[in-house]
């Protein structure tokens, strides 16, 4: 994107400067256009499942900018010569069953013959102008609320090679499959001053992303942190995506880790994730009145400084 002339247009409210999670679109009648897409490999072994956890997780996207989700398409490669159809059957079954529980419309989509089995959807949404949430308002003060768990990377890769424990498994894929409405519900019952969905670049990484857009440095207390059943002992037996370590190529020298944070602990920070909660910052009682209104938990808080993610 970098080697691209910038989108200069009047219209264009939330482009790609911030790394936002999606595109924001001034309509001029007080609503604004929100668009999004994301595919990725199966994260799990089931297609009817991984239907359901492409759609949370694609259409969190539109949830973590304050609107409403309309319309999907789906994007699908498909190995046409090594998978039965009847597993691509199950896959858009489940796919059509969350997008109705969310109800959102499916408009159509396209496929490719591909070598790697991939899907995922486009999204469009709606939001009006004066309800957008970015990732570059956090203020002084604020509060950092986590809605999901972390720990599904480290656990998806445990499954992959055989050594999850079943409680971990049906833990994580609950959290994937988890839409993330009810969280932007209760969010907009209060003053959001930020807010932004995890996923592949972990909590570190959308977090400092969160910190560099508003020029405010991002306090982390890893004693707060929500984790999924037996993600660090996972992550200390090596289970640890790959994925990590562009994680933490990717927030480089803006993160600071104290002496006492674990290898294992520092692994659930960085593991990218799928499907994972919204990250608000919000003023304290706000804040507070979140986690009474859905499950939630406040991870730390926003401070004045030099942009920087300290995580202790």
Partial sequence: MRALPPVRDPRLLVGTETSDD?????????????????????????AFTFGVIAVSNSLSDVWAMGGEP??????????????????????????DTQLREAGVLLVGGHSVKDA???????????????RI??????????????TKPLGTGIISTAVK???????????????????????????????????????????????WEM????????????????????????????FVP???????????????W???????????VVDPQTSGGLLFSLPEPDARRLCDLVPAWIIGHVEEGTPALVVR
């Fill in 116 to 130: 790697e089995f991939k899907f995922g959807l486009s999204v469009t949404g709606l939001v009006e102008e004066d």
């Fill in 22 to 46: 999606a595109g924001v679109v001034r309509l001029g009648d007080g609503r604004c256009l929100v668009q999004t897409l994301d595919f990725f490999p199966p994260i799990v072994d089931d």
């Fill in 242 to 256: 790959g994925g990590s370590d562009h994680n933490r190529s990717y927030v480089g020298k803006a993160i600071r």
């Fill in 161 to 207: 090679r055989g050594g999850a424990p079943p409680e971990a498994e049906s833990a994580a894929i609950a959290s994937m499959r988890m839409l993330n409405r009810a969280a932007r519900d209760a969010g907009r019952q209060l003053r959001v001053h930020a807010c932004t969905d995890i996923t592949g670049n972990g909590l570190a990484g959308h977090a």
């Fill in 70 to 95: 309309f319309t999907a398409m789906n994007i699908l490669c498909w190995p046409h010569d090594d998978l039965p159809l009847d597993v691509l059957e199950q896959l858009l079954k489940g796919a």
């Fill in 211 to 238: 910190a560099r857009g508003a020029g405010m440095v991002l306090v982390i207390e890893t004693d707060r942190l929500p984790l999924l059943p037996h993600t660090l002992a996972l992550a200390k037996a090596g």
């Fill in 133 to 146: 949430w970015t990732n570059a308002g956090a203020r002084p003060g604020d509060l950092l609320v986590l």
């Fill in 258 to 268: 104290a002496p006492s944070v674990t290898e294992a602990m520092q692994d659930a």
